[in-house]
DNA sequence: GATGAATGAGATTTCATTCAT
DNA sequence: AATGAATGAAATCTCATTCAT
């Protein structure tokens, strides 16, 4: 389902060259999870168990490989959105919000770069805001969600989320979880009892303190710490 | 009220030194601000018209710096929730919230560290979070906010801005705001009447395509951009 | 009358093989010529059709290769010598000297290597000085060249022209005409009438001005120029 | 007597720092004759006995080291045109012309870049031509050198020469010499006496087979050598 | 025999931190 | 106390050569 890069056609990979990129992928994605985009080339490769002269035969440049994965990404999104557009009864805006959830959490360390303008797939992402447009039009129709919100508004949902995702990660996985039930609150209509339970569970105070506590997140200052 | 650092008392420095002092961390906040945390001791020591070794001197890492910022950026947040604490009616919580989303786009590129745990003034952070905690309780006394909201449930809030301004700051510096008022829509009481027009527009759907544009947003990768 | 290498007389290789051989060298020479001896051997094999592996069966190093282009173009030298030689009026000597002038420009890229001491072809190049050394001394027979001059000083004419090509291949691709006409003009004795008007244009002081400005001449640096 | 940048007035250098900055110059100066422009630039800094960091501190990319070479040699021959332009009987030329062969084989390594387009003082080089043109003038207006011979045709003089030296420095030294008596002699009218003995020694057969023998000569291949 | 994927040393450049002046 | 020159590890990317398919 992954397609090999964002424009070329190209013919196939041989095999094991095929299974190499693979590793690749699949080594960068973890190690940009574990340390950010600053994580070095040489690392990847020494998890995916290459040399780096294949990694970049693969991918021209560092950043090719980022947006290779932030491709995959946004088609994986894409696929969501098709799943969620079966639904036609206004039901399938607020199924492809939690599902985005989930995926921008599986990708943490991308989160910036999945919204940011950039190639990587960019048909796959403007279809996908078709498809979701479409979804908040339903939504609204069944009185599911409130007559002035704008499918711009659905960006904002999605971009609280990552943030929520990128302070909490480490310290409270599910975060996320309680704050876009909070923020879809906020999108119903004022007929619509806002008033029952919710579902999700709030974060522990103790979960709070111990935001940013794992290196992860330090990431992008770990150049400015000693090195001997 | 700032003190030199989160930790040591120490004896006062001497004038000289202390306007040094002063001019480093105004310097290392606008670079910041404009280059993201990855920009160079250098440029901070340039700009504030001072040397590398000056710098290093008043502050004993980068990190240091970094935190020192930090903790004038909690100072100045427990100063807002301080005067929100004047309000006994319920709205400082709100005020504060929206209060809160002005320092935090303000100091865009500290969003991240405000919220992760770090020593810097950890005390003004506690405190804070004990006064919003409070004001959280008030608001619920007089049925603004709905009762099965936590106090943890405004890390969300402001987490979430963080992620808003973190990805809009380019293209639409005022998204947090609309972001806020949709969520904050979602912690009102079920009686509360939601249906009154947003008072914040929404964003136009070209300033969602622009997000990530700029080079600012794009600072912590710019290492890994290739260079042809 | 190729021989496949320097040394080795070996077997005949098969039809195929020898093909790709030819086309290899045909290839390599292009590439040598548009980007300097720096080019890569993937592109010398992508323009001969054949992958890197089929190029290094056929020649051990890319230095290999290179000599037996050398060793190609000293056996084209060796031929314009034998035809000069035909020559029995003392006139073979400037006619070869300008066709040694037509090689080199032709093959520039290998402007040192022709002359610098290696295997290549060595009997081609031994046996071209002696036809050269032959034709000096007929030409100074004829009176044409003065006593004193030595067939060192051919030697001293043609790297002399080498030098002019190198410089000038791009701005000016005949100025080594002019050049060799003031030379030659050098070495005629003094009886001679050297007022006869030049018959070789002088460069013009914009083809002087724009000397090195093409990215050709630049390959050996092209590494060490900055990507800003 | 060299500036410190082509173009920056800036101000002057802490001693120590100035110091490094002359042992980086001559060490580059000396590592690039002895392994051409290809010399790694940790080399450089090693033989210097600075780091890295310095030598780029110094320089911001090996190709502004290159250029202020350049630019030292550039100067070096404007000098050199200034001090022949002090006589004023026709003989300045061929004494700038030799003058410029004894710097450019004392600078072999450069002998492409000193010609070649570059910002490096190039007002230098405007001006060295300038009074090239004069003096050349000169020596036509005292029938020293034949009237058909242009201002260019001493740009030919200077290139050839560095094509002798560039294929002769290791294996005969003062060839250029030699070659430059003789194209001086191609250059005189034809009243004057071309018979006189050459004054420079001939190469000998032995040195001409010598060529190239030496390593320098080869650096543009070195990549090419197996490295285990 | 042919292919081209894989290798990994090495090149240039950056930057947080130290230390001589 | 202040300065900024020096350091050197680390990052990205290239390319001649080898070897599994």
Redesign the interface.
Do not use: M, N, Y
């Given at each position: 389902m992954t397609s090999r890069t964002a424009t070329a056609p190209a013919k196939p990979l041989r095999r094991d060259a095929a299974t190499n990129r693979e590793r690749i992928l699949e080594a960068a994605s973890q190690v940009f999870v574990a340390h950010?985009?600053?994580a070095g080339v040489d690392e990847i490769a020494r998890k995916a168990g290459v040399g780096v002269g294949t990694l970049y035969r693969r991918f021209?440049?560092?950043?090719?490989l980022?947006d290779e994965l932030v491709g995959t990404i946004r088609l994986e999104l894409l696929a969501l959105a098709r799943e969620a557009a079966t639904h036609d009864d206004g039901t399938g805006l607020e199924q492809l919000l939690r599902g985005v959830g989930t995926v921008q959490a599986r990708h943490s360390g991308f989160l910036?770069?999945i919204?940011?303008?950039?190639d990587a797939e960019l048909g796959a992402l403007t279809e996908f805001?078709r498809l979701l447009r479409s979804l908040l039009r339903q939504a609204q129709e069944q009185h599911l969600v409130?007559p002035?919100?704008?499918?711009?508004?659905m960006?904002?949902v999605m971009?609280?989320?990552?943030?929520?995702i990128?302070?909490?990660q480490d310290a409270a996985p599910d975060?996320w979880r309680?704050?876009q039930e909070?923020?879809?609150?906020?999108?119903?209509?004022?007929?619509?009892?806002?008033?029952h339970?919710?579902a999700e569970r709030?974060?522990?105070?103790a979960?709070?303190?111990?935001?940013?506590?794992a290196a992860t997140?330090?990431s992008?200052?770990r150049?400015?710490?000693?090195q001997t």
């Open positions: 950010g985009l600053d021209a440049t560092k950043q090719a980022i910036g770069r919204w940011h303008h950039s805001r409130r002035d919100v704008t499918a711009t508004d960006s904002l971009w609280s989320t990552a943030g929520i990128e302070t909490t975060a309680r704050h909070l923020l879809l609150a906020g999108l119903r209509p004022s007929g619509t009892d806002t008033a339970r919710l709030p974060l522990t105070e979960q709070v303190r111990r935001v940013g506590t997140a330090q992008a200052i150049k400015a710490t000693p």
